[in-house]
């Protein structure tokens, strides 16, 4: 089973659309929580940390459930722009590396 | 951008050759990350290096090797390629303590190697 498991899509949705991406994680001790974006052949980017209490970044809205080892992000409003690769990622408490998901690929349409 | 750069941009290489990509790291941080991402997949942890020693090591066979350099640069080697070690090789730099708290990562362009 892999420590970081999402949904590969593509969700192709429409502009203006509402879109959420699930992700679930496999270790208990995994401390901190992240959603990458991934625009096609170049590096991962940081589009906000995920906190326990649920957190906010314009249009963007991300949740944490540890009982569930379950994360989401909702995009709202979805922009032509917003199309790219969503990767879940954690980081276990006292290690310094980054575990990633596959990825969620998101295709908004005109 | 994040000060992370990473040379060379692109790479084809053969089959049993060795490769070395390097990296340099943003201005105050002493600490890099090495990840492989396969077409279609995230990107796998390597391993990292802080203050010129390894810090930690990912599932990857002892033909990856790296280095960091005193002035915290680093570069990462594969012997013997292999057809599967085709990627884009993604190096990323922190400022970070040994076994401390995580601190942000910041991810350099990549080197897309390509081995046939």
């Known amino acids: 089973r892999k420590e970081v498991e999402q949904d590969p899509g593509p969700f192709n949705v429409p502009e203006g659309a509402t879109v959420a991406f699930n992700c679930t994680y496999s270790n208990s001790a995994s401390q901190s929580f992240f959603w990458y974006r991934q625009d096609c052949r170049k590096e991962p980017k940081l589009l906000m940390s995920?906190?326990?209490s649920g957190n906010e970044d314009g249009r963007f809205t991300a949740q944490l459930n540890r009982a569930s080892q379950y994360i989401s992000l909702l995009i709202r409003d979805s922009k032509l722009s917003d199309s790219a690769t969503y990767l879940c990622v954690v980081n276990k408490r006292g290690f310094q590396k980054l575990v990633f998901g596959t990825g969620t690929r998101l295709l908004v349409s005109p | 951008e994040t000060g992370v750069t990473q040379s060379p941009t692109h790479l084809i290489k053969t089959r049993g050759q060795q490769v070395t990509l390097r990296c340099s790291s943003q201005?105050?941080?002493?600490?890099v990350s090495w990840y492989q991402q396969a077409l279609g997949q995230g990107p796998q942890f390597i391993f990292q290096y802080y203050r010129e020693e390894e810090n930690g090591r990912g599932n990857f066979p002892p033909r990856f090797s790296g280095l960091q350099f005193p002035n915290y640069s680093s570069e990462l080697n594969v012997n013997a390629l292999e057809l599967d070690d085709s990627a884009l090789y993604l190096c990323a730099s922190s400022q970070s303590g040994r076994q401390g708290p995580y601190n942000e990562q910041f991810f350099g362009p990549g080197t897309r190697l390509t081995v046939l």
């Open positions: 995920v906190y326990s």
């Open positions: 201005s105050g941080h002493n600490t």
